[in-house]
Nanobody, 125 residues
Framework: QLQLVESGGGLVQAGGSLRLSCIASRSTFSTYSLGWFRQAPGKEREFVGR????????YYTDSVKGRFTISRDNAKNTAYLQMNSLKPEDTAVYYC??????????????????WGQGTQVTVSS
């Protein structure tokens, strides 16, 4: 079992930046790919991006490419979502998730088995 806790959300003006953190409960974190998702009010959960467990290859949805960066520090059991040039449409609850343990997957990505509780990001115009 892997527990994930997000932090770093808050209120920011459009054009600003935030860095979210996702801390895992176990060192096996390094064997999982890590994904970030978001859910805006009245909308379905949306994939934001992911980072592979081996080598840190990243993949992003088009709407955040060039603005968001995912990284990880396995020594700290922590993943990060650096969000720059934020827009009001980025407002959502952001979740991290872990899955695909020791897997090499295709473009569809892994199944995410463990989820955090989410952190609110609000971008004002």
């Amino acid at each position: 079992q892997l527990q994930l806790v997000e932090s770093g959300g808050g209120l920011v003006q459009a054009g600003g930046s935030l860095r979210l953190s996702c801390i895992a409960s176990r060192s096996t974190f390094s064997t999982y790919s890590l994904g970030w998702f978001r859910q805006a009010p009245g909308k379905e959960r949306e994939f934001v991006g992911r980072i592979h467990w081996n080598g840190g290859r990243t993949y992003y949805t088009d709407s955040v490419k060039g603005r968001f960066t995912i990284s990880r520090d396995n020594a700290k059991n922590t993943a990060y979502l650096q969000m720059n040039s934020l827009k009001p449409e980025d407002t959502a609850v952001y979740y991290c998730a872990a899955g695909g343990r020791l897997e090499y997957y295709g473009s569809s990505g892994p199944r995410f088995d463990y989820w955090g509780q989410g952190t609110q990001v609000t971008v004002s115009s």
